[in-house]
């Protein structure tokens, strides 16, 4: 397994949970990453994005200000700080390899990513 994300678990409304993203990847550090996400019934939707460095991120105005991304290039991870959460963030939650190295509007598009992992579910209720 290439991506293998966990951390997902049921939490109550305004509560937080932290998802993490192990890639065993020997060419991690040279590309971007980023997270989407897969409600029942819904198309998959962008949730974040980082550059290969760490030092640009992108986030979908549904999580702004709520959810943070971030990367340890040295131990091959990505994670995902979710606060505040809402029942609408219930998903599915993939993270992915983007073919390019930064972070751009770009970002949100699934075409850009060309390695995929199995998703972790959250669930947040009300």
């Known amino acids: 397994v290439q991506l293998q994300a966990s951390g997902g678990g049921l939490v109550q409304a305004g509560g937080s949970l932290k998802l993490s993203c192990a890639a065993s990847?020997?060419?991690?550090?040279?590309?971007?990453m980023g997270w989407f996400r897969q409600a029942l019934g819904k198309e998959r939707e962008f949730v974040a994005a980082?550059?290969?460095?760490?030092?640009?991120?992108v986030y979908a105005d549904s999580v702004k200000g709520r959810f943070t991304i971030s990367r340890d290039n040295a131990k091959n991870m990505v994670y995902l700080q979710m606060n505040s959460l809402k029942p609408e963030d219930t998903a599915v939650y993939y993270c992915?390899?983007?073919?390019?190295?930064?972070?751009?509007?770009?970002?949100?598009?699934?075409?850009?990513?060309?390695?995929w992992g199995q998703g972790t579910q959250v669930t947040v209720s009300s």
């Open positions: 992915a390899r983007d073919r390019r190295q930064t972070a751009t509007p770009d970002s949100s598009k699934t075409g850009t990513y060309d390695l």
């Open positions: 990847l020997r060419t991690f550090r040279s590309y971007g």
């Open positions: 980082i550059s290969r460095s760490g030092g640009g991120t």
